[in-house]
């Protein structure tokens, strides 16, 4: 579970799965600012129990016991829970994902047959391991595949991640959008030499993040897209293939790239769910040996997240004619004005546009007499409200999708998740407190002014 979600709602995944014992750090407590829960067991005084004869033994068991010894010691198979991993809740309440072996195992394989990593790779991996590709790609794929592993807590730090790279000559870097814009400006060409892929993903990767970690480091940011329930990797830009005169293309910059082997998308109408053709946009539905078992203890909606055998994923996109997949919007990120869907996304590219690297957030707050309506936050000092909304009038987007003028806010900064995702849930509860305070504000000037 995110520590970033909050105290109330870590007990609730303790709650929902039972837990009894919690492993942790007296330390990681300290930094992370968390407060005690029952059931906390210290690394530190299990470390300190431990007797050197103990991990000696321990060390030959692992190192000569038979596998088939071992596996008896527990009745598994494949299709057994692995993990529950708890959603981020970027835009509802956080549910128990619930993972098998095989989920979490197909999917590596998949991710091995696209990227060839073998014993002399090593993998950087610095996001959380409560975050899925966390868990799947930087946790297990190194284990599975036996190649080396070096790990940061704190995707945040780059120049300590600069300097890991470096140190231990990564081969495969794993992060988001918002964290390799700040490797560009804070780490050196030189450090991040060994780099062979450094896939991206989370989030929308903006052209203007692609072109600069290019241009610097002469590397491609392969974007990729998955979800927790799909454990989690879908489909992923690889390298291009080149053999003589025999070439395939394996990247397309504005796409998520190509779905992994053994994983199908199929592109629906919303509304009745029927496929669509090339190169229209509709509901993304997915499936694959990595579709979770189901949540945590809630049947109804895992049923409402399944589609004949297909995970309803909530996003809308378009395949191409190559088979690249392209992530357009949220189903839940429009807001219906004046009877027309307005794709919050859409309206943030534009704002992006004008200002360049500085973050920003549409959403929709409740309007009295339109049902909804568009609010931007964001985080360019020198720029004032004002001249964001003059500037953004000026753009092709049409005049429904623009929010009025009192609708836009400057903010120290966005509210993100412990993945540096933006938080949809936190950027609108921030929106609705700006628009309140503005109207509070409005109305005690209005009856001075009475007065």
């Known amino acids: 579970m995110p520590f970033t979600a909050g105290r109330e709602a870590m007990a609730s995944a303790v709650e929902q799965c039972g837990i ?4 942790t750090s007296k330390i990681f407590l300290a930094k992370a600012k968390i407060e005690v829960m029952d059931g906390m067991v210290y690394l530190e005084d299990v470390m300190s129990q431990i007797s050197g004869f103990e991990k000696i033994r321990t060390l030959a ?3 000569l016991l038979p596998a088939r010894l071992i596996a008896r010691r527990g009745k598994r198979t494949p299709d057994s829970l692995a993990t529950v991993i708890f959603s981020s809740g970027s835009s509802g309440v956080p549910k128990g994902v619930m993972l098998s072996h095989h989920n979490v195992l197909s999917n590596i394989q998949s991710m091995a047959q696209v990227f060839w990593v073998d014993d002399s790779d090593v993998i950087v991996g610095v996001l959380p391991f409560f975050h899925s590709f966390g868990y799947t790609v930087t946790i297990w794929l190194p284990l599975v595949c036996g190649c080396g592993a070096a790990y940061h807590t704190n995707p945040t730090e780059a120049a300590k991640i600069g300097e890991l790279v470096a140190k231990y000559r990564g081969t495969l870097l794993v992060s988001t959008p918002t964290f390799y814009a700040s490797y560009t400006r804070k780490c050196t060409a030189e450090q991040f030499s ?14 203007s993040i692609a072109k600069g970690f290019h241009e610097k480091f002469g590397l491609e940011l392969l974007e990729g897209y998955g979800c927790t329930e799909m454990s989690p990797v879908v489909a992923v830009n690889g390298p291009n293939f080149e053999a003589g005169k025999d070439t395939q293309l394996g990247n397309k910059l504005g796409t998520v790239g190509q779905p992994l082997p053994g994983i199908a998308v199929k592109i629906v109408n919303p509304s009745t769910m029927e496929p669509l053709d090339p190169n229209n946009e509709g509901l993304v539905l997915v499936k694959g ?5 189901g949540y945590l203890n809630q049947v109804e909606r895992t049923a409402e997240a399944v589609h004949n055998g297909w995970y309803v994923t909530g996003d809308i996109g378009a395949l191409d004619d190559e088979g690249f997949l392209r992530i357009t919007d949220r189903l839940a990120r429009f807001s219906k004005i004046a009877g027309e869907m307005v794709p919050h996304l859409k ?3 534009s704002i992006y546009a004008i200002m360049g690297e500085y973050g920003c957030a549409v959403t929709g707050i409740p309007d009295d007499q339109r049902g909804e309506r568009l609010v931007a936050i964001y985080t360019r000092p020198d720029m004032t409200p004002l001249e964001l909304w003059q500037r953004l009038s000026d753009t092709d987007l049409p005049k429904l999708w623009l929010p009025k003028r009192e609708n836009f806010y400057l903010v120290d900064a966005l509210p993100t998740l412990g993945t540096g995702k933006l938080d949809l849930r936190g950027a609108k509860a921030t929106a609705i407190e700006l628009a309140s305070a503005s109207r509070s504000s409005e109305a005690e000037t209005e009856k001075v002014n009475a007065n």
């Open 347 to 349: 309206v943030e590219e």
């Open 20 to 23: 009894r014992t919690i492993l």
């Open 194 to 207: 060994s780099l062979r892929f450094v896939l991206v993903g989370a989030e929308k990767l903006r052209e």
């Open 61 to 63: 068991a692992a190192r």
């Open 289 to 293: 040996p990595n579709r979770m078992i």
